[in-house]
């Protein structure tokens, strides 16, 4: 089994932002000479997460309001008396998980029609780090 | 590293449905010749899920009732400005995950003993398309 | 590609508790002597989570009230019929996901600065099992 690992940074300029990715990991697929084998995209911080979906601004913009409303930004989380603010950003983490794995066939990512990669950063304005580990042969 | 790769189709009756697909998946695994590594289940589309839990019809209802209640179809969704009217399937595709990954140990998946693997579909009455990917030795 | 496997078994006092598993999932790939590659961290019941987070205890707190909140314990799942109470228990399970895909990189678990692995019990007081598989070369 070969392996190939790249690092991605983001600093995001909002607290929230989703960033499709989906060209970054094709390059790291392609620099990989890998052929058959998966893709691991996952966060290396546990206030952002790793989806795949649409790439539909509309879309977006309604996952941002249902996870603010399942997950919702408060004061008075137990998490902020170690003097941070984001326990929201932990919970959105938890709901919608921080890595993804995408099967590799016939040396392409292999997606259906609608399928890109997310980036979804829910603690920005800091720099954080995103591991994609190419793995097969 | 050894790959073997399957398809499977669907086109339900009903817009949710939830499909056990173990037998399928064990039957790639069986195919593959594989006896040490892992399958990766996953969905081709961005509103349908994957999980594996319990094959009890009560629990089954129980998810659906959950899943209506956390990400319910609404008519106001931005991303139906699309044309679309399936807003909320991309959400519970969120929230469950869309693939699992299965361990292969001795040649049989490793699993659990109450451990079954479902296609959930949120969307359906259209062709959908999910993958088997069988890796290891 | 090799594989190593090792399985903890766990039978909690409370119903409910998270439990740091970094330090064996370590011992696992040391063991295993692969150096590049992964680690599947997977729970092999289907009322119990894995999850990636941070070892802090407020936050664990936090996290048990809102999955409280988001698939609350109820008397009347239908899955209750079966004569089980653990309903709520096969939801937190959908909620948080119950595997992890830890990347290995130069024989170390390539971990961002704060992420640690937990299990989380839902429905304890009962011998329960996961999987620990590390895959690689």
Known sequence: MKAHTKYLWFNTKKRREYINITHEVESALSESG???GMVLVSAMHI???VWINDAESGLIQDIDEW???LAPFKEN???HRTGEDNGDAHLKNLLVHHQVIIPVTDGQL???PW????YAEFDGQRRKKLIIKVMGE
Chains 1, 2, 3 share one sequence.
């Open 115 to 118: 399928q890109q990669v997310y």
């Open 34 to 36: 890998i052929h058959e």
């Open 77 to 79: 989380y137990r998490h």
């Open 47 to 49: 206030t952002a997460g």
């Open 67 to 69: 996870l603010e409303n």
């Open 110 to 112: 292999d997606f259906g």
